[in-house]
């Protein structure tokens, strides 16, 4: 879910916190939002990652193929919302997990769901920011950022740090969308930050997902009133009204950013690269907003 202000202004990343934190604990207090996604989402729904963002089967799938870690390496979840995402990649490939967000609230839920998954010493969450982790340099040997960079303040300083993170060899999954018509610049992103394109996945089932998630919050707009509170509710009403109409013609895709090995002639962590799977061209930065 990607949230419009309708709170009066503060300090940037301290509104941001407010606001997802009033998000995060709201859907804690009701099934309502994780039955609409389920209804949106059908047969591709991770029940046990109850994401808040457009996190399905496919998608998970992508993301355990394109992250290629090995046991005991670090993953890190870079705005892990609740913290399915990254405790279910953890659990799968048998890695270790830091996640952040910016959300108290989400870093609570997240620690609070990590028994269900892995044991304590595997996997950690913190508050931070995507522009400012505090995580040491070259900590990981793998990344996600599933439907959270749209909330970077400055989405070049966003990658810029997550790439910092990276050890040589090691890989950021990014989530992001393209309004029809405008030419993607993500490979001059990724040089930016230092790291290397090595995939584009094409995630056509995405736009569909959330005309019909839309679809439902509007149709249920009493319900999430009554069971989110007016706030949380309006927020993800004006984003469904605000999207719907921008939906059709919209591009999604799962981003592979690589940082180069130091030594190609020794095996890193990340393995061999791979073709992007659609060619990619240079031209304005595009106004991409991953609906979340
Ligand atoms: C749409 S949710 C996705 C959460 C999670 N990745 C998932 O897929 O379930 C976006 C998350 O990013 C976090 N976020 C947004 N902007 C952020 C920032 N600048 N720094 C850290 N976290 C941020 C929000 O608090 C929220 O939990």
Known sequence: MTLHSVTPAAPQSQQLAAQYDALHAARAR??????????????????????SSSCDWPLLGLMTARLRMRPGQLLVDAGCGSGGIGLWLARALATRLVGFDVSPVAVAQATARRPG????ERAAFRVARLEASGLPDGCAHGAVCVDALSGAADRTAAL???????????????????RPGVTPTWEK?????????????ERPAEPVMWERLYRLWIAHAEELRCELGDLPAQNMLIEAHRMLPVLPGRRAVLLTLRRASTSPSVPDAAGTM????????????STERTPQ
Do not use: C
């Open 30 to 51: 009701t099934p309502l939002v994780a039955r609409l996604y389920a209804e949106a989402m059908g047969e591709d729904y991770p029940l046990e990652v109850n994401a």
């Open 117 to 120: 998954f892995v044991s304590a």
């Open 160 to 178: 810029r740090e997550l790439g910092r993170l990276l050890a040589p060899g090691g890989r950021l999954l990014a989530t992001r969308g393209l």
């Open 189 to 201: 992103q990724a040089r930016a930050a230092g790291l290397i394109l090595e995939s584009v996945d």
């Open 274 to 285: 791979t073709q992007p799977s659609r060619p990619q061209g240079g031209g304005s930065v």
